[in-house]
């Protein structure tokens, strides 16, 4: 099954930090570009930041010095070290990959996962 699940989210304090991560199930062997998504109810997911293959980055504006992303590769791993959270982080987190390599080939990755819930407290 090619997968990508999240997790670290938590409830935490405006001003503390979290490590989110999106790991790649065994039948995903790579990935190019990783996407972290974040929605709150109502609202229309927003992009947070992404990396490319090559390791390019690029950031909301509201993230932006506060948020970074990284990719490990041999781990199949993509890690959204978040800093200086803010109440208006609160939200559900999603990873989601451009395209994903299986042992079947390149496939477009659609499917949205159930995220990580990240809520942080004035």
């Known amino acids: 099954q090619a997968q990508l699940v999240e997790s670290g989210g938590g409830l935490v304090q405006a001003g503390e930090s979290l490590r989110l991560s999106c790991a790649a199930s065994?039948?995903?062997?790579?990935?190019?570009?990783l996407n972290w998504y974040r929605q709150v109810p109502g609202k229309q997911r927003e992009l947070v930041a992404f990396?490319?293959?090559?390791?390019?980055?690029k950031y909301a504006d509201s993230v932006k010095g506060r948020f970074t992303i990284s990719r490990d590769n041999a781990k199949r791993t993509v890690d959204l070290q978040m800093n200086n959270l803010k109440p208006e982080d609160t939200a559900v987190y999603y990873c989601?990959?451009?395209?994903?390599?299986?042992?079947?080939?390149?496939?477009?990755?659609?499917?949205w996962g159930q995220g990580t819930q990240v809520t942080v407290s004035s």
């Open positions: 065994g039948s995903i062997l790579a990935f190019n570009t």
């Open positions: 990396i490319t293959n090559s390791g390019s980055t």
């Open positions: 989601n990959a451009d395209h994903i390599l299986t042992y079947s080939g390149s496939h477009y990755y659609n499917p």
